[in-house]
């Protein structure tokens, strides 16, 4: 079986150390020659000039191509739309496009009111330009703002026709969830690509909160593997073991596309990435 393509999610650094390592993070992942990398907003919007440096400098030092994620929260229309022209005027023409989190502590997503009031809007307008290549967030299991069954299949084919290009998954933790969801999709009429979401655990009490506040269900088994995980290593070891056996089982059911959520964090992300026999080659001249 031939190597899958694989894809990287970083987010931008708010301190001098964090800097430090996603600069490392994208150098040692590099090599293994992603069909794009995305650099994702803080909630809120609240990072929106360190991702606009972030995405213009991977592309510019390490040659990548950069999906930069852009939202609908708290600016208007206007605003959106001038940052995604600064985008395709530094040349970065592949945009993430989400309606985003709301500020913590909001009480939930409120549109601004010269805003986009969701992500279909958003998608619409940026497609009438014709200048990127979109995009868009897909959710395996129910977000938790969807109005019932199947509403997540529903909204994610609204988006595809609204000019969505393809999809990239919430993670999950067992590929049933996700062979499922692919299953709905296409009985739905979508048939543009949608592309797993893959997180490789490296701390796993980090990992299990956020699965829980964004939906996404956490597998008895899963917990008790980590449980049994007693030192940092053993964790490592445990977060390797089930990332590969849950790619390894999508690349089976005929899935070629894995999208990596790295957390700013290579080790594992390459480790996996060596066992899926994703080769890596020497880059000249990356900063």
């Known amino acids: 079986m031939p190597a899958p393509r694989v894809s ?14 996603l600069w490392e993070t994208v150098r040692e992942l590099a090599p293994l020659q992603p069909s794009f990398v995305s650099v994702t907003y803080g909630a809120g919007g609240t990072t929106r000039a360190l ?73 619409a307008a940026l497609a009438e330009t014709g200048r990127f290549h979109l995009r868009v967030g897909a959710y395996p299991e129910p977000h938790p703002d969807a109005t019932g069954p199947g509403a997540d299949v529903a909204w994610l084919k609204r988006k595809f026709d609204a000019g969505a290009d393809s999809a990239i998954t919430q993670f999950f933790f067992e590929a049933e969830t996700f062979l499922r969801f692919r299953d709905a999709c296409a009985a739905a009429g979508i048939d543009r690509p949608v592309i797993p979401g893959i997180v490789p655990v490296e701390s796993w009490t980090g990992v299990r909160k956020f699965a ?4 996404a269900s956490v597998p008895a088994r899963v917990d008790a593997a980590f449980a049994a995980a007693d030192t940092p290593e053993a964790v490592a070891d445990t977060g390797a073991r089930l990332c590969i056996e849950l790619c390894e089982r999508l690349r089976a059911e005929g899935v070629d596309d894995l999208h990596f959520y790295t957390l700013n964090r290579a080790a594992l992300t390459r480790r996996v990435c060596a066992a899926l026999g994703v080769p890596a080659v020497a880059l000249d001249g990356a900063a």
């Open 51 to 123: 991702t606009h440096e972030a995405v213009t400098a991977i592309g510019r030092d390490f040659g990548l191509t950069v999906a930069a994620h852009l939202t609908c929260v708290d600016a208007s229309r206007d605003e959106t739309m001038a940052i995604a022209d600064a985008y395709a005027e530094a040349g970065v023409h592949e945009l993430v496009a989400l309606r985003g989190d709301p500020p913590r502590g909001s009480g939930g997503f409120r549109p601004h009111p010269e805003g986009f009031a969701n992500s279909i809007e958003l998608i």
């Open 8 to 21: 990287f999610e970083f987010f931008p650094p708010k301190t001098p150390e964090a800097t430090g390592r």
């Open 212 to 215: 829980v506040a964004c939906g």
